[in-house]
């Protein structure tokens, strides 16, 4: 996700007290930023990082040890499992 965009075209409203308000405009200040270009710069990287945190996926060293054996050497397939590919695959091709 690009960190600034050529034309923006998005408003986004913050309803805040008073007291915020002045506390988020004088830390602007003091970064020599408006308030939301100080709002953008703190609440971007923010945001990419939860969301980051929540499409990966972290493994204990054994989950990854078992995911990396069961890739490499794939279980043999039967019952249920194995018919419901089969018919997938004639049904949809490989």
């Not at 004088?26 to 939860?50: F, W």
């Not at 990854?64 to 049904?91: C, H, W």
């Amino acid at each position: 996700m690009p960190k600034s965009s050529p034309g923006k075209d998005s408003r986004l409203d913050l309803r805040v007290t008073q007291i915020q308000k002045e506390l988020l405009e004088r830390a602007a200040a003091l970064k020599g930023l408006s308030l939301s270009a100080y709002t953008l710069a703190h609440l971007i990287p923010i945001a990419e990082g939860e969301i980051a945190t929540q499409e990966r996926l972290v493994l204990s060293n054994s989950d990854r040890d078992l995911f990396l054996s069961v890739m490499e050497n794939p279980p043999v397939l039967k019952g249920k499992l194995k018919t419901a590919i089969q018919n997938y695959r004639q049904k949809y091709g490989e």
